[in-house]
Structure formats: C-alpha cells, structure tokens
C-alpha cells in the first residue's frame, strides 16, 4: 500500500485545486505548481 500519493489522492487533490480555481482556467504547469 503507498500511503501517500495514490490515484485517488492525486485526483481529489486536482478536482479541489479547478473546483477553487472555478470559473478560471488552469493549465498542467499551473495544477503541479500549485499541488507542490
């Protein structure tokens, strides 16, 4: 088991980070700025 990092982490940390940034755009560059 991988604590840390997981599909399912990984993709609800991505779905906060556009529903917050909602109704602007974020590029890939932007999402792993901001995930980091």
Same mark, same amino acid.
């Given at each position: ?12 940390? *991505?779905?906060?980070? %556009?529903?917050?940034?909602?109704? #602007?755009? %974020? #590029? %890939? *560059?932007?999402? *792993?700025?901001? #995930?980091?």
């Amino acid at each position: 088991m991988k604590p840390l990092n997981s599909p399912l982490e990984i993709g609800v940390r *991505a779905l906060v980070l %556009l529903s917050e940034s909602h109704p #602007d755009a %974020l #590029d %890939l *560059a932007q999402l *792993a700025l901001l #995930d980091h």
